[in-house]
């Protein structure tokens, strides 16, 4: 008890030090974002991150493989019917594949119990609310007013203060002239259509909390020019260039991303930041990319230590380089995702990250310079060895390996009756259906 309040003073103390640290330093930067409101949305962020911060991480950790062996002695012949039907476009009943597609996806009323999504994430993103306790938006104009966003447009729904659930009225390409600057409370929810966000800038989640992005395409991102943005009802701010990341966390919490296909984007993929935490990525798709996600951008950002996120039932698939994905200080855990292919490495880091890599299915490529899974940069050996990088269930083939370190009783014993299957065979099962469902309201998804 007296360990954990130290603790829990210690977390207070800090985040104001880190907070007093960031001010000046962005302001050094010369940071136009930094007005009276950004600062004010700063500091609240801070707040919330050191609110949803778990000071018991291996409590998260398990939970998941919990929730996956329960999911799995559930489905006595789930590899089985899966394999049956592996070559081709599956075809038969629902079939969800995961504890979290489980949750809503064979419901044939999924679209009059939308918000029941918001109940089925697990991982450190799992308390993401999104709009849940808001009322529906409909999208459904595709143009973008960066200053004065029309009624309809999917600008003006995520500038509100509410928190809103938002859907699409039908399938659209969205192109945002810069990049979108989403409120607190949101839900991005995609189901039912085919909607698209590219040829134009990506998603920014800049100190928000609370936000679900669930099947979308986010694709072809360029990098905005900056300028004025809108990014709330009450306020326009001055951005500078934006990089062309397809989503954007920076000081973000409480963020679930679900059911995303992501490819060629100007910078990464999805990027995570400036104290961003409690965070889950799951059942997304990844393609035709070079640095996929990058978790912590500057070993300064001394927040980022209290950086959690969940990186589970994801496909890392074609023309994927490396960074899938690249940590710094926190703690990551790397669950149950399939990774077939990668061109220089799948998951690196600096600074002293915690790397917990469970069940994966890792394929190397052809490459014999590349068949290492990991990557330490800006360390020698003597300093990395005390990383905690652990591997526990993976799959390795075509001479895939992964160089672990740390201490080895970190992790918790594998227990047989949570796992009696290799999770790493049953990868591709799992992540049959990652990336962008096509769910039609009335039946099963
Ligand atoms: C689009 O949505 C807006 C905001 O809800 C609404 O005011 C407008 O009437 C809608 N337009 C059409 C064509 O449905
Ligand atoms: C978001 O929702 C939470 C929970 O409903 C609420 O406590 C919080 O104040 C909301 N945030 C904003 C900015 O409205
Ligand atoms: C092989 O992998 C190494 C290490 O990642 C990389 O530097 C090199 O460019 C790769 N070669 C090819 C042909 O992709
Ligand atoms: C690594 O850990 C060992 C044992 O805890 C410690 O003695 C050593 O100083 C550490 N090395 C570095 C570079 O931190
Ligand atoms: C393994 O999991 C089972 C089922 O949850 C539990 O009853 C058992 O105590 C666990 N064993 C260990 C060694 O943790």
Redesign the pocket.
Known sequence: MAMTLNKCLFNVLFFFLAFAMLLPALDAKNEPQMDKYWKLRAH?SFIEAQKAYNPDPKMVTDSIRESIGRFLRGYMNFELSMRRNLMKRYEGPCLATNPIDQCWRCDPNWGKNRKKLADCAIGFGRNA?GG??GRFYIVNDTSDDILNPKPGTLRHAVIQ???LWITFARSMIITLKEELMV???KTIDGRGYNVHIAYGAGITLQY???IIIHNIHIHDILPGAGGMIRDSTEHVGLRTQSDGDGISLFGATNVWIDHVSMYRCGDGLIDAIMGSTAITISNSHFTNHNEVMLFGANEKHEQDKFMQITVAFNHFGKGLVQRMPRCRLGFFHVANNDYTHWLMYAIGGSSNPTIISQGNRFIAPPNVSAKEVTKREHADESEWKNWTWRSEGDLMMNEAFFVQSGNPNYDPKTNETLFAAKPGHMVTSITRFAGTLRCKKGFEC
Do not use: G, L, M
């Open positions: 609240k609310a849940k306790h203060p509410k928190p409120n607190c409370n928000v909390q609370n």
